[in-house]
């Protein structure tokens, strides 16, 4: 949590155009996460107790990994590159 915290201290200036209410959204996820994970960790201990079912649980997780990054591709393209998806195809109407 705490480099979480660290980064998001960071934002106002490398991300000026992100309004208070916003940057306090991200300031309240970081406790939120904190207890997201540790619920998390709970759930996974509770119910994934033998080794297949431990590798089952980190192939669902790294199936979450992708999509998160994906996302962040696809944010990266749409904001930073000006390539929303589609950008490049044409569409018929």
Same mark, same amino acid.
């Given at each position: 949590?705490?480099?979480?915290?660290?980064r998001i201290e960071g934002w106002p200036t490398l991300y000026p155009w992100i309004e208070p209410d916003g940057l306090g959204y991200?300031?309240?996820? %970081?406790?939120?996460?904190?207890?997201g994970v540790e619920h998390a960790l709970a759930v996974t201990l509770d119910h994934f107790s033998t080794r %297949?079912?431990?590798?089952?649980a980190l192939v669902v997780l790294r199936f979450k990994l992708d999509v998160l990054w994906a996302m962040a591709d696809a944010m990266y393209m749409a904001y930073v590159l000006r390539m929303p998806p589609y950008a490049n195809v044409e569409i018929d109407r």
């Open positions: 949590a705490e480099i979480h915290q660290q991200f300031r309240r996820r %970081v406790t939120e996460a904190t207890k %297949v079912e431990q590798e089952r």
